[in-house]
């Protein structure tokens, strides 16, 4: 063998060692970049969230008139639930408050227009200066994208390639095994776990939160209004529709006995103010108080997020506990919020 021959042989391989990488990649399309979609691709891996559903915008049709955000409880709220309106859910893990601004602003540019409706899942925990001071925004994933031959990059990548593998495999064997999977139609999706398992993670995720986000270093942001009346002054010709994520009722209880009532009370009353109203699903109620709809107390299962996108499009024909979900505005918030505090009374 010459030299020669020996150096276009090794080409060769080489070519088609990397032209079949970047073929599989495009194929399963782990990062949401070329809208590939088949039964080898149908469970996806989360990779980051806000690079592959801004790749998704990006990269694919966005024609949708209305925009749903939120942090990760919100992301278990399927998009196609919504009774006339067509959906997209741009919520990710761990959403700060602001970050709202930029995610809508991102959107509306690739629409080329105003939302007709943005749908805005809230948080309590989301509230104290701690998860809501610092300034955060998508600008460096705005960067990632513009980067020169950035798409092309992606299919020449090795850790690409690895996630790739590990949507082709669970896709395979049509499974879902990780705490959020979606499919191509940007549903997400929770692996079943059972009993015994949700009650250690309810109780490690009440600890939590008694020891980060409910206890003696938080602080409800003074400024937690100023940052939701901004978005309704960059969006003047939009409707909001505003709702608060149902926790548990046990880590609800942990809310109550960190002594978070009076600051829940004030972020109501605060969102009101600013949107006029808001349906409010986090108090102690039928759905809550089931933990079998959490795998962790804080995190619900999709069926849940089914009856809050039936409840806010008023769908008629959907079965909807009747005690699941108050709308609440300035006429009725004092009312509701005496009804809260009872529950809260009995939950000692």
């Given at each position: 063998m010459t030299y020669k021959s020996f150096i276009f042989k090794v080409l060769s391989i080489v070519f088609?060692?990397?032209?079949?990488?970047?073929?599989?990649?495009?194929?399963?399309?782990?990062?949401?970049?070329?809208?590939?979609?088949?039964?080898?691709?149908?469970?996806?891996?989360?990779?980051?969230?806000?690079?592959?559903?801004?790749?998704?915008?990006?990269?694919?049709?966005?024609?949708?008139?209305?925009?749903?955000?939120?942090?990760?409880?919100t992301t278990y709220i399927n998009q196609h639930d919504f009774k006339d309106m067509n959906v997209y859910n741009f919520a990710v893990s761990n959403m700060s408050v602001r970050e709202y601004n930029s995610f809508i602003e991102f959107a509306k540019e690739r629409r080329g227009k105003e939302f007709d409706?943005?749908?805005?899942?809230?948080?309590?925990?989301?509230?104290?200066?701690?998860?809501?001071?610092?300034?955060?925004?998508?600008?460096s994933y705005k960067v990632k994208l513009n980067e020169r031959f950035y798409r092309t990059k992606s299919l020449l990548s090795f850790d690409s390639l690895d996630y790739a593998y590990t949507n082709f495999k669970q896709s395979r064997k049509n499974e879902v095994v990780e705490e959020r999977n979606y499919n191509r139609e940007n549903v997400a999706v929770a692996k079943k776990i059972d009993s015994k398992t949700i009650a250690t993670q309810t109780k490690e995720k009440i600890k939590k939160f008694k020891d980060v986000f409910y206890g003696k270093t938080y602080q409800y942001n003074?400024?937690?209004?100023?940052?939701?009346?901004?978005?309704?002054?960059?969006?003047?010709?939009t409707k909001f529709i505003v709702f608060t994520t149902p926790i548990s009722t046990q880590l609800f209880e942990a809310l109550v006995e960190e002594g978070r009532l009076s600051d829940y009370d004030r972020w109501l009353k605060d969102v009101t103010t600013v949107f006029g109203e808001v349906t409010n699903f986090m108090y102690p109620n039928s759905v809550t108080n089931d933990i079998t709809n959490y795998f962790d107390g804080h995190h619900f299962y999709p069926p849940v997020g089914t009856l809050i996108a039936q409840s806010l499009s008023n769908d008629s024909k959907a079965n909807i506990p009747a005690d699941f979900g108050v709308k609440v505005t300035a006429q009725n918030i004092e009312e509701h919020l005496a009804m809260v505090h009872q529950k809260a009374e009995q939950l000692k």
């Open positions: 088609v060692v990397v032209i079949s990488g970047a073929s599989f990649i495009y194929y399963i399309d782990p990062l949401w970049l070329f809208g590939s979609s088949n039964e080898y691709n149908d469970v996806q891996t989360v990779i980051d969230e806000r690079q592959q559903k801004t790749n998704f915008i990006t990269y694919q049709p966005f024609d949708y008139d209305t925009l749903l955000i939120g942090s990760s409880r409706t943005i749908i805005i899942g809230l948080d309590f925990f989301k509230t104290s200066l701690d998860q809501s001071a610092a300034p955060r925004s998508l600008d003074p400024d937690y209004a100023i940052y939701m009346q901004e978005l309704i002054n960059n969006n003047p010709n």
